[in-house]
């Protein structure tokens, strides 16, 4: 069975990140790193808007349980 993936795409078009729920394990990592982006009791708690397409690829690089990936644009 294939696991659940969200998708949370950036309006600049430059990136999409990917959130695997069943992979998380809670580090609070990416709260921590970019607080303006992941917001635990937002709803969506993810919004991109706030970070730029590097801020966001620096910070997934950094999670420890790969729950948060990212795809880029093919343009």
Do not use: F
């Not at 294939?2 to 795409?9: L, M, W």
């Not at 607080?35 to 397409?53: C, F, H, L, M, N």
């Not at 950094?62 to 795809?71: D, I, Q, T, V």
Request: glycine share 6%; proline share 12%.
């Amino acid at each position: 069975m294939e696991e659940k993936t969200i998708r949370y795409p950036h309006p600049n078009g430059e990136i999409t990140i990917l959130w695997k729920p069943e992979k998380c394990i809670h580090a609070g990592i990416c709260v921590k790193t970019l607080p303006q982006v992941y917001d635990p009791k937002g709803r969506p708690w993810i919004t991109p808007e706030p970070a730029s397409t590097e801020a966001l690829i620096d910070q997934i690089n950094h999670c420890p349980s790969g729950a948060l990936s990212y795809e880029l644009s093919k343009d």
